[in-house]
């Protein structure tokens, strides 16, 4: 049974960082593509970041500002000079190439004075 569990959300200023975590159990096929979401309210789920065998897709509207890696069974989310547009539930993601996708239960990042 594979569980991602997200850590790390908050409140933050706009220019803060945080950091999100997601701790991942269970057995996952490789290959695979990592990845971090977000839902804003009203508005879609949109790919912050993805990384599989070295190759990184980030969103135009974080680049620069957004880091994903993994290590061992753990995926963070660097987040750096926060924007008030950053806020929504973040959400973490693993993709078996055809096979699996799962996803965390989210955690809110809410970026305000």
């Known amino acids: 049974q594979v569980q991602l569990v997200e850590s790390g959300g908050g409140l933050v200023q706009p220019g803060g960082s945080l950091r999100l975590s997601c701790k991942v159990s269970?057995?996952?096929?490789?290959?695979?593509?990592i990845g971090w979401s977000r839902q804003a309210p009203g508005k879609q789920r949109e790919l912050v970041a993805s990384l599989t065998s070295g190759k990184l897709i980030v969103a135009d509207s974080v680049k620069g500002r957004f880091i994903i890696h993994e290590d061992k069974n753990m995926v963070y989310l660097q987040m750096n000079s926060l924007e008030p547009e950053d806020t929504g539930v973040y959400y973490c993601?693993?993709?078996?190439?055809?096979?699996?996708?799962?996803w965390g239960q989210g955690t809110q990042v809410t970026v305000s004075l």
């Open positions: 269970g057995d996952i096929f490789r290959p695979y593509v």
């Open positions: 993601n693993i993709k078996e190439i055809f096979r699996n996708n799962y």
